[in-house]
């Protein structure tokens, strides 16, 4: 136990060991990066329908398939990785701006996915090419949100958030 643990009473939260969070990093990363790429490929797709033109059967299944099978797996074990880390490791999950403004990023990109992008992927392959437009706009956005994610991790930005915020007590000074 820490002794500022010990004096507050309580016991030291548990820390993954190095190869392990190690592991978990890496596979954290990896998964990240491959969202990035899946998502790139969202924006891709439909740019090259929308300057080529002629059919977008080839290009709308492509997306159906990455957009609907492949970014989902990606994004939720990017999600679920980055928590294992944050609950294994001295970043936590709510202690530090950044970690929260990336938490919150990678979820607007998949609730944006599952309540817009998904529908649009299947309109457009309904034929609907009115809508290519919209998953241009959709991809764009959530490149910056994920490019975002990226910075954040890197730059570690803003601080850790105070105890008062966390718990709504007012400290007297």
């Not at 136990?1 to 990896?30: D, I, K, Q, S, Y």
């Amino acid at each position: 136990m820490t002794a500022v643990a010990e004096r507050a009473g309580r016991t030291a939260p548990r820390r993954l060991a190095r190869r392990p969070r190690a592991a978990l990093r890496t596979v954290h990363v990896l998964l990240a990066v491959a969202w990035t790429g899946a998502s790139l490929v969202m924006l891709v797709l439909p740019v090259a329908v929308l300057l080529r033109g002629g059919d977008a059967g080839f290009a709308v299944a492509v997306m159906g398939t990455v957009g609907n099978g492949m970014i989902p797996f990606l994004a939720v074990g990017t999600v679920l990785s980055g928590a294992a880390l944050g609950l294994g490791t001295a970043w936590g999950l709510f202690r530090y701006r950044w970690v929260v403004a990336k938490t919150v990023l990678a979820l607007a990109v998949i609730v944006s996915s599952v309540a817009l992008t998904t529908g649009w992927v299947d309109a457009a392959a309904a034929g609907d090419r009115s809508v290519l437009p919209l998953l241009v706009a959709a991809s764009v956005l959530h490149q910056v949100m994920l490019l975002g994610a990226t910075v954040l991790s890197v730059e570690k930005p803003g601080g850790r958030l105070s105890r008062q915020r966390l718990t709504g007590n007012r400290m007297v000074a």
